[in-house]
T-cell receptor, first 115, second 114 residues
Framework: DAGVIQSPRHEVTEMGQEVTLRCKPISGHDYLFWYRQTMMRGLELLIYFNNNVPIDDSGMPEDRFSAKMPNASFSTLKIQPSEPRDSAVYFC?????????????FGEGSWLTVV | AQSVTQLDSQVPVFEEAPVELRCNYSSSVSVYLFWYVQYPNQGLQLLLKYLSGSTLVKGINGFEAEFNKSQTSFHLRKPSVHISDTAEYFCAVSDTGTASKLTFGTGTRLQVTL
């Protein structure tokens, strides 16, 4: 089975540019998560969806960040405008509510550098 | 709300030696507990999880963890480590009500050397 697929794997962009990160969850999973990992803050949950509906976006740092899930197989995380402090690894993850403990499966991450 | 404390940011160990990575959690409700591993430049992979039942949980790659409710701990152990175990290890907790929302610790870097 294919795991969680993220693109791009690496992105270098200039400050002020728009960045769009993409995610395809595991087929059949009804939860989707966006995490950010930095040296300073570790792993932070930004937002998560259940059945394509945003449930908790309290981790989204500010209005420059937005996330959408137009259907069960696709989600985007957008940063506009980007800033150097947004440089981080962004992980998408998914899980299925029917599995005990709802094991969360992570993608390999999108490594973002804003210069 | 839950929180997780990983007491050691780095643990150096020689190959074939035993290792314990410590994790303590805080929660006012029942919890599920997890250990994830992150190899360099990769995503996180589940090592093991405690949901209920036996407090000793066995995972992949020879790792095991013991849930101790009275000490609110979930320490990860391996009797003999290998160079390939060098990675970052994350302890995580979720409450059984909102089982999908994980709170992670800050991670422990396990460095195995010859």
């Amino acid at each position: 089975d294919a795991g969680v697929i993220q693109s791009p794997r690496h992105e270098v962009t200039e400050m002020g540019q728009e960045v769009t990160l993409r995610c395809k969850p595991i087929s059949g999973h009804d939860y989707l998560f966006w995490y950010r990992q930095t040296m300073m803050r570790g792993l932070e949950l930004l937002i998560y969806f259940n059945n394509n509906v945003p449930i908790d976006d309290s981790g989204m740092p500010e209005d420059r960040f937005s996330a959408k899930m137009p259907n069960a197989s696709f989600s985007t995380l957008k940063i506009q405008p980007s800033e150097p402090r947004d440089s981080a690894v962004y992980f998408c993850a998914s899980s299925h509510s029917g599995s005990p403990g709802n094991t969360i499966y992570f993608g390999e991450g999108s490594w973002l550098t804003v210069v | 709300a839950q929180s997780v404390t990983q007491l050691d940011s780095q643990v150096p160990v020689f190959e074939e030696a035993p290792v314990e990575l410590r994790c303590n959690y805080s929660s006012s409700v029942s919890v599920y507990l997890f250990w994830y591993v992150q190899y360099p430049n990769q995503g996180l992979q589940l090592l093991l999880k405690y949901l209920s039942g036996s407090t000793l949980v066995k995972g992949i790659n020879g790792f095991e963890a013991e849930f101790n409710k009275s000490q609110t701990s979930f320490h990860l152990r391996k009797p003999s480590v290998h160079i390939s175990d060098t990675a970052e290890y994350f302890c995580a907790v979720s409450d059984t009500g909102t089982a999908s929302k994980l709170t992670f610790g800050t991670g422990t870097r396990l460095q195995v050397t010859l």
